[in-house]
């Protein structure tokens, strides 16, 4: 499964757009980007996934540029509950219970 | 809530014990996999099973197994205890489309 590689931390504020990156440079043809959200002792929760260019849902955007080889997440107007590790998968389709997480960004949103 | 249950919700165990924990997956899922997850670091895969079969393994030594049952609930075993196998204990379900995890069970080895 492909790896990736996202900054450790990230500080913002409330209000602010935040935008996390995440590299994978090896992706393949049939795999996803996952992104997942977890708060201190909570298992991990499903944000975003996407395959190209961008998508978007209630919580977040995730853009994917045409090489695939990095993806933004992307958190509008953050607020202190937003506070919490995120972290980029790769997937390969139909395999979503076979996961490998990195480290994470742990994002701490100030007041 | 993710309609993923796992039980207990902590543990104490001593070091050489053995440990039992407990998954309910989410209704319809015949997929379950389990992680630890150490202070500090992402969820590690263990291994998963999809219909009561085991369908992939982490790298993890044989003294952790599983079992997944007929209604797709899963057990996750530990013999032999150690210091380093303190740690959260994640489930997560899932059946072709995103997975959801459980709370986990916190799991301290004195």
């Known amino acids: 499964l492909a790896k990736t590689t996202q900054p450790i931390s990230m500080d913002s504020y409330e209000g602010q757009e935040v935008n996390i990156t995440c590299s994978h440079n090896?992706?393949?043809?049939?795999?996803?980007i996952t992104w997942y959200q977890q708060f201190p002792s909570q298992g991990p929760r499903f944000i975003i996934q996407?395959?190209?260019t961008k998508v978007t849902n209630e919580v977040a955007s995730l853009f994917i540029p045409a090489d695939r080889k990095s993806s933004t997440l992307s958190l509008p107007r953050v607020s202190l509950s937003d506070t919490a590790v995120y972290y980029c998968?790769?997937?390969?389709?139909?395999?979503?219970?076979?996961?490998?997480f990195g480290q994470g960004t742990t994002l701490q949103v100030k007041p | 809530e993710t309609g993923v249950t796992q039980s207990p919700t902590h543990l104490i165990k001593t070091r050489g014990q053995q440990v039992t924990l407990r998954c309910s997956s989410q209704?319809?899922?015949?997929?379950v996999s389990w992680y630890q997850q150490a202070l500090g670091q992402g969820p590690q895969f263990i291994f998963q099973?999809?219909?009561?079969?085991?369908?992939g393994r982490g790298n993890f030594p044989p003294r952790f197994s599983g079992l997944q049952f007929p209604n797709y609930s899963s057990e996750l075993n530990v013999n032999a205890l150690e210091l380093d196998d303190s740690a959260l204990y994640l489930c997560?379900?899932?059946?072709?489309?995103?997975?959801?995890f459980g709370q986990g069970t916190r799991l301290t080895v004195v």
């Open positions: 099973y999809y219909r009561e079969e085991e369908n």
């Open positions: 997560a379900s899932s059946s072709g489309g995103e997975a959801f």
């Open positions: 209704s319809g899922h015949n997929t």
């Open positions: 996407g395959y190209k």
């Open positions: 998968l790769v997937v390969p389709s139909g395999n979503t219970g076979k996961l490998i």
């Open positions: 090896n992706i393949a043809t049939n795999d996803y």
